[in-house]
């Protein structure tokens, strides 16, 4: 199944059947919201809004673990997530869109992990986004035109305020080319869970390093937020099909991430941990099952 995870306009897309929103249940606490489970193009998807419907969650307060856990819960086998970004880089301009391919994660407020005490395990982050969802994305982007670029670091700062100029300039001499407050540590905890993940990258503004920053205007802003998001909807249709038809998922590498990562001896596990962890961690906890 493919689950969608963004902001509050793309799950208006053409095209959708069955559609019905349903109660996200996790061990985790309260999703960010009800998710909107639907068919696109033959296609089963699953739409969480990362803010909930209305924007009312801030980036610092969203409950990542269960949006995660509860997307995995549902079926979701694949995860693509659509983010508006500022840009660090000239020529990467408003309506850019960034398939990007690594993170720098500069968060510091935020669970970062399903595993801890009891019941430790540590998965590899060295290329953090699905490279075969990349593809699929960037393939369709091509095909409807749309302004894209393949492959990018998103610098995920803390938040709420926008970075200082100083902190802008120092992102850009460590060649960030994007930067947001949302995919981390959301692509860890897709990790985590096994599913691949991938992220679209929507630039709505230069951030402060640009001398034109100061002059943009709320309403420029808004209006490439509305043309990000229409274009987001025409891809997010385009590229259901292509993956769900993809019968080399199931071989992904992202799909046995945490086949050698626990560490914890079994004798050792915490038990309740245990629990919470079966349907992000059932594959490898639970084999038999």
Known sequence: MLGIIGGSGVYHI????????VKAESVFGEPSDEVLLAELAGQSIAFLPRHGRGHRISPSDINFRANIDALKRLGVTDIISVSA??????????????????FIDRTFDREKSFFGTGLVAHVSMAHPVCNRLGDHLFAAAERLGIPVVRGGTYLVMEGMQFSSLAESELY?????DVIGMTNMPEAKLAREAEICYATVAMVTDFDCWHPDHDHVTVDAIVKVLLENADKARAL???????????????????????QYAIITAPEARDAAILEKLSAVAGRVLNPES
């Open 14 to 21: 053409e095209g959708l059947e069955n559609a019905r929103w």
């Open 85 to 102: 970004v500022g840009s660090l880089r000239e020529d990467m301009p408003p309506g850019t869109f960034v398939i990007v391919d690594q």
């Open 172 to 176: 850009r001499s460590w060649r960030c």
């Open 236 to 258: 997010m249709k385009e590229v259901a099909s292509p993956v769900h038809s993809d019968t080399a998922g199931d071989a992904c590498a992202c799909r046995s991430a945490l």
